[in-house]
């Protein structure tokens, strides 16, 4: 598969911290990849530079082979970069089918209300909340809520799909249906790149890691590889972590 | 999304009625009740469908009063003038929205605030075009009578404020309704979903200036003379407020309701209670907003949840 999204040399600063420095990153079409770190490393510094949020300081990110360096948010949504928020952005006064409409309406040119409310049911059935529709997304749960973010990111048609922390806050059984929604979206070909702190969901979905630590890349590879890398350890994963799972593979 | 809007036109055909019972007093309140509701329903744009607090009215106000001022006396006819400063409040403040709108909260109503400070100097140092502090004499546009003359600029308020409740009623029901509502209940989320926040933002103050605007213009061919401290009034940015939260943040009906007993409170305070009458209006403004928070519209919900309640 050729390469749908590459950093080149991507830095972000904010006055005086370095969030991002100097990430080179190649990510091809239909990959599932695990984007891990500590707190504060820059992965989701890293997903808002690529959407257009906080654009890149130095560098450059192309998409498809087209220089998004410079796009705005609604321009990168509109190339098919969808992304749900670690922190849950509904417009809570919306039903959830109305939520997901507004991907569907404004993601693309011409959509009509009727046509993206319709396209909306689908999405919100996929996620499982076809029986929630015309409750008002601030009356949902978390887990609903969260699932409500997928659903929107994927009315929007994406190419490429960021999550961040979609099971952050989520018990277990949550955590299973939500990473059985992923492992679905994955299965159909879709590039996805995830943040996730729980390793269990990281090693389980996907196709390889990027470690950040710092704002630095410090790592990239197979899942198994990565996680045996001593500066993955020493930064991130832990010697406990590192201990329990030798045995394995 | 119907009913209101058979409430709304049905409140426009009773207004429409004033002048037959009308004398030339109430005429000339009816023209304001006009104004005012112009002034709520525009100001709904920006301040209930988008969510942001603008102080820009009185800019709006003073912008068009003073184009139409010096376009009929440079010889324009009233038509064409009012129809060129439609045009020049919307375009206007399409850009200055682009600009003003990135700001939130408090700084976006301090910034649209002093929109009104910048145009009044302005205004008042063009003095070779607007005639500065000395004020603007504009043209008679008719010769009717007095009572003809009530009868002209109450209907062409009257136009003006149907034209601008056809306007808001439009844009509730359409895709820019849509985005304007997304915008305010959370805009960065509205930017992921491939919603150009700024284009919206920008249309959304154009539109709620450029009837404003008109009703600018029309007071000013009705009054004859208008100076900066008279139309730069910074009481014409807070009036639409209150009438809104009055009637009902978002809904058009309920922003007309606001205005028209928003204007029939200060009439009969003025009236009745001269040497105190903004005290006293200022105090039932606090009253009405701390018992009906909601607005005027909730009290419709209430009686129809008392009427079924205990069915």
């Known amino acids: 598969m050729p390469e749908i999204l590459t950093l080149a040399g991507v830095s972000r600063r904010f006055s005086g911290l370095q969030a991002l420095r100097d990430v080179n990153l190649k990510i091809a079409g239909g990959e599932i990849v695990g984007l891990i770190g500590p ?104 887990a609903m809520r969260k699932r409500l973010e997928l659903a929107k990111a994927l009315a929007m048609s994406p190419k490429i799909l960021f999550l961040d922390e979609v099971n952050a806050g989520l018990n277990s059984a949550e955590v299973e249906k939500a990473t059985a929604l992923i492992r679905q ?65 | 999304m119907i009913r209101p809007s058979i409430v709304l036109v049905a409140l426009l055909a009773v207004i429409a009625l ?67 400063t439609l045009v020049a409040s919307l375009v206007g403040a399409s850009v200055l929205g682009a600009v003003l709108l990135r700001l939130r909260g408090h700084y976006f109503a301090i910034a649209s605030l002093s929109l009104v400070e910048v145009l009044r100097e302005v205004v008042n140092n063009a003095t070779d075009l607007t005639g ?20 002209f600029y109450f209907y062409a308020m009257w136009i003006a404020l149907a034209l601008t409740a056809a306007m808001v009623v439009a844009v509730s029901a359409s895709k820019l309704g849509f985005g304007l509502a997304c915008i305010r209940q959370n805009e960065t989320a509205a930017n992921m979903v491939g919603l150009n926040t700024t284009l919206y933002k920008s249309i959304a103050f154009g539109l709620s200036a450029c009837f404003v605007g008109v009703a600018g213009g029309i007071y000013a061919v009705w009054v004859h003379y208008i100076d900066p401290s008279d139309v730069f009034d910074i009481l014409y940015s807070v009036k639409p407020i209150v009438m809104s939260l009055m009637g009902g943040l978002g809904s058009p009906v309920g922003v007309v309701c606001g205005a028209l007993v928003y204007l029939g409170l200060e009439e009969v305070v003025w009236r009745n209670y001269i040497q105190i009458h903004s005290g006293l209006l200022g105090l039932l403004v606090v009253l009405l907003l701390l018992f009906l928070p909601h607005g005027l519209v909730s009290l419709r919900g209430r009686l129809f949840r008392r009427g079924t309640g205990h069915a």
């Open chain 1, 39 to 142: 707190n504060g490393a820059g992965k989701t510094t890293l997903v808002n530079t690529v959407c257009g949020v906080t654009p890149a300081s130095a560098g450059t990110v192309t998409f498809a082979g087209r220089d998004i360096t410079r796009l705005k948010p609604y321009q990168a949504a509109r190339l098919g970069l969808a992304r749900t928020f670690q922190i849950v952005q509904p417009f809570a006064e919306f039903s959830a089918l109305d939520n997901v409409a507004t991907a569907a309406l404004f993601s693309r040119p011409g959509q009509s209300l009727k046509v993206a409310r319709e396209n909306a049911r689908q999405h919100l059935a996929f996620v499982g909340l076809d029986g929630q529709a015309d409750q008002p997304a601030a009356t949902l749960t978390l």
């Open chain 1, 185 to 249: 979206l994955a299965a159909g070909g879709l590039t996805i790149v995830m943040i996730e702190h729980l390793m269990k969901v990281v090693l389980n979905v996907c196709t390889r890691i990027v470690v950040l630590h710092n704002g630095e890349l410090i790592a990239d590879g197979a899942p198994r590889n990565v996680v045996r890398n001593p500066a993955v350890i020493d930064a991130y994963l832990g010697q406990q972590y590192a201990q329990r799972h030798a045995g394995h593979g």
């Open chain 2, 18 to 84: 004033l002048p037959l019972a009308g004398d030339a007093y109430a005429l000339r309140l009816g023209t304001i009740a006009c104004m005012y509701g112009i002034f709520a329903l525009s100001w709904n744009i920006v301040g209930g469908f988008l969510g942001y607090p603008s102080f820009a009215t009185a800019a709006f106000f003073g912008f068009g009063a003073y184009t139409t001022g010096v376009l009929m006396t440079l010889g324009a006819s009233l038509p064409l003038a009012l129809l060129a």
């Open chain 2, 132 to 151: 500065g502090g000395m004020g603007l004499n504009i043209p008679l546009a008719s010769n009717a009578s007095i009572l003809g003359d009530a009868i």
